[in-house]
């Protein structure tokens, strides 16, 4: 039984980090630029994993570990802000983030 080719891995891991820069980019709500970032290192983790796989070292998976962790920093950081963000001036836009003074 033969794996995914690790051309395929990689371009799927591509195709999704792209998908999170134009959602990062193109999006002014809090909510969503969060996933973005997610989406993102989700891609990156993949292409730890694949590479790992593809060349048999245990590495890509210790590296998915370490992204996994960054994630949940990173969502629970940002859970935080949006909330602050939400209490203070009753929107989730970007640009009211600019207004916040601490």
């Known amino acids: 039984m033969s794996g ?35 989406i993102m290192l989700n891609a990156a983790a993949l292409a730890f994993i694949v590479g790992g796989t593809a060349w048999g070292q245990p590495e890509g998976q210790a590296m998915f570990l370490l992204v996994i962790t960054l994630a949940a920093a990173e969502a629970s950081v940002g859970l935080a802000l949006l909330i602050q963000l939400h209490h203070r001036y009753k929107t989730l836009d970007v640009d009211a983030a600019n207004r916040m003074h601490g």
């Open 4 to 38: 995914v080719p690790m051309e395929h891995g990689l371009v799927l891991a591509s195709i999704l980090f792209a998908l999170g820069i134009a959602g990062l980019i193109c999006r002014r709500n809090m909510v969503f630029v969060l996933m973005s970032l997610e």
